[in-house]
């Protein structure tokens, strides 16, 4: 009995490290780029907030944060030749200092620069972190001290191999963000051994691969979603929408007309599911309903989103749409509320917090802050992110999606970490 007690007395202080102001995932705890904090500043100085430090150890490549209690996790390679390799990387949200890292994998490099893209994933209890390479070398560690737990690949090897997920490499690599939901790791190796691999999280023993359907992965991640009071994993490829229920079977699937690379992640609100893609595809509403039918409500260019995200806040979605610029657009109609046309073109990615977008140009790395609100682009601070890479690929842009956490805003360049006061 005493034994018991103490086991839960444990259990309980784990399970309390990630508190609710913490942003353990890819987009945050939801997966859906909004922050609950409140009490941050509506306008900032025209040099912007106050810069508390920067750091220049989070490696090369594009890879975003999950950030738990008083660390910072994220990926980086230590260069660019095929003898580099990437790394998970601990850094201390107070300081900047690099706490450990630990190796997942060769270096791939591509015609945008190579290194890690996707974001670390924290566990409820706060105890383990899963990162991803490029390569779809993916690592379960300690978050107290980086030590492997346990690792897998998701490409394809050895066909005799009872460890073969049977993956193939997209183009630009894996950049998928691995979702881990209660006991379980979801991840999107693709290929003819099925597109949705689940592990046991505290081993890494394969649970269940999703023969059913075998597209192959492309560039989303994937969003658990409780649908009508049943568990569902919804994921997006280049060609299907589709959801999948606790044990990899498929509920339910749609088309999307996908081009070249689909990467944003899905939205879900009451049964209805949205997504967008660039190079022209476009946006789709769906409702999946109780029973798993899927029915189209609109189908149409008005979001085009290429890579920086897109969210909803209220009844309307918030987002960049290439060769548009910043938008606004109704999520049940689909029509375009407004637009930035004038203002800003630049692509960027999107995050929200406190009723205010926290915008990010590509281009420049400028932050800007707009008023999250239907009735018109209305912004009110702007600043440069400084200092900039000097490593960046000619073609790179500046990638990594601004995490809001705890009173601080993160920005990324490559190797460099900016972190901002942004409490009022």
């Given at each position: 009995?005493?034994?018991?007690?103490?086991?839960?007395?444990?259990?309980?202080?784990?399970?309390?490290?990630?508190?609710?102001?913490?942003?353990?995932?890819?987009?945050?705890?939801?997966?859906?780029?909004?922050?609950?904090?409140?009490?941050?500043?509506?306008?900032?100085?025209?040099?912007?907030?106050?810069?508390?430090?920067?750091?220049?150890?989070?490696?090369?490549?594009?890879?975003?944060?999950?950030?738990?209690?008083?660390?910072?996790?994220?990926?980086?390679?230590?260069?660019?030749?095929?003898?580099?390799?990437?790394?998970?990387?601990?850094?201390?949200?107070?300081?900047?200092?690099?706490?450990?890292?630990?190796?997942?994998?060769?270096?791939?490099?591509?015609?945008?620069?190579?290194?890690?893209?996707?974001?670390?994933?924290?566990s409820a209890a706060g105890d383990l972190v899963i990162g991803m390479s490029s390569r779809g070398d993916v690592v379960c560690a300690s978050t107290a001290d980086g030590r492997e737990i346990w690792r897998t690949a998701l490409l394809q090897t050895n066909q005799d191999d009872p460890k073969n997920l049977g993956g193939q490499l997209p183009s630009w690599g894996y950049c998928?963000?691995?979702?881990?939901?209660?006991?379980?790791?979801?991840?999107?190796?693709?290929?003819?051994?099925?597109?949705?691999?689940?592990?046991?999280?505290?081993?890494?023993?394969?649970?269940?691969?999703?023969?059913?359907?075998?597209?192959?992965?492309?560039?989303?991640?994937?969003?658990?979603?409780?649908?009508?009071?049943?568990?569902?994993?919804?994921?997006?490829?280049?060609?299907?929408?589709?959801?999948?229920?606790?044990?990899?079977?498929?509920?339910?699937?749609?088309?999307?007309?996908?081009?070249?690379?689909?990467?944003?992640?899905?939205?879900?609100?009451?049964?209805?599911?949205?997504?967008?893609?660039?190079?022209?595809?476009?946006?789709?509403?769906?409702?999946?309903?109780?029973?798993?039918?899927?029915?189209?409500?609109?189908?149409?260019?008005?979001?085009?989103?290429?890579?920086?995200?897109?969210?909803?806040?209220?009844?309307?979605?918030?987002?960049?749409?290439?060769?548009?610029?910043?938008?606004?657009?109704?999520?049940?109609?689909?029509?375009?509320?407004?637009?930035?046309?004038?203002?800003?073109?630049?692509?960027?990615?999107?995050?929200?917090?406190?009723?205010?977008?926290?915008?990010?140009?590509?281009?420049?790395?400028?932050?800007?802050?707009?008023?999250?609100?239907?009735?018109?682009?209305?912004?009110?601070?702007?600043?440069?992110?400084?200092?900039?890479?000097?490593?960046?690929?000619?073609?790179?842009?500046?990638?990594?999606?601004?995490?809001?956490?705890?009173?601080?805003?993160?920005?990324?360049?490559?190797?460099?970490?900016?972190?901002?006061?942004?409490?009022?």
């Amino acid at each position: 009995m005493i034994v018991r007690v103490i086991s839960a007395i444990c259990l309980c202080g784990m399970i309390s490290i990630l508190e609710a102001g913490d942003w353990p995932s890819w987009r945050g705890s939801g997966r859906d780029d909004i922050s609950t904090e409140t009490g941050l500043l509506k306008k900032w100085p025209a040099e912007g907030p106050k810069k508390l430090w920067d750091s220049k150890e989070a490696g090369l490549g594009y890879s975003g944060f999950a950030i738990v209690g008083n660390t910072l996790y994220t990926m980086g390679s230590d260069g660019t030749t095929e003898q580099s390799s990437d790394f998970l990387i601990a850094i201390d949200v107070e300081t900047g200092a690099k706490r450990w890292q630990t190796r997942l994998g060769q270096y791939l490099e591509n015609g945008w620069g190579g290194g890690p893209r996707g974001t670390p994933t924290v566990s409820a209890a706060g105890d383990l972190v899963i990162g991803m390479s490029s390569r779809g070398d993916v690592v379960c560690a300690s978050t107290a001290d980086g030590r492997e737990i346990w690792r897998t690949a998701l490409l394809q090897t050895n066909q005799d191999d009872p460890k073969n997920l049977g993956g193939q490499l997209p183009s630009w690599g894996y950049c998928e963000s691995p979702l881990i939901d209660g006991d379980k790791v979801l991840m999107t190796p693709g290929g003819a051994l099925g597109t949705v691999v689940c592990f046991n999280l505290q081993t890494g023993e394969k649970l269940w691969q999703s023969g059913e359907i075998t597209e192959l992965a492309h560039y989303s991640s994937i969003l658990a979603v409780d649908h009508h009071g049943k568990r569902q994993y919804i994921q997006l490829t280049a060609s299907k929408l589709f959801g999948l229920d606790e044990a990899g079977k498929l509920l339910w699937q749609t088309d999307f007309g996908g081009r070249v690379a689909v990467i944003p992640t899905p939205v879900y609100r009451d049964g209805f599911v949205y997504v967008t893609a660039g190079y022209g595809a476009g946006c789709l509403l769906v409702n999946v309903t109780a029973d798993n039918r899927v029915e189209k409500i609109y189908d149409n260019k008005v979001m085009k989103n290429h890579h920086g995200g897109v969210l909803l806040f209220g009844d309307h979605l918030y987002g960049h749409s290439d060769s548009t610029g910043i938008i606004c657009q109704n999520f049940m109609t689909g029509e375009k509320v407004w637009s930035d046309e004038k203002r800003d073109q630049s692509k960027g990615a999107v995050a929200f917090a406190d009723g205010m977008l926290y915008c990010l140009s590509e281009d420049k790395g400028e932050c800007f802050l707009v008023e999250a609100t239907p009735e018109g682009y209305k912004e009110v601070s702007r600043f440069t992110m400084s200092p900039q890479t000097q490593q960046r690929n000619p073609q790179g842009r500046v990638w990594t999606h601004p995490v809001i956490c705890n009173g601080k805003l993160y920005l990324r360049d490559q190797e460099i970490i900016c972190c901002y006061e942004i409490r009022q």
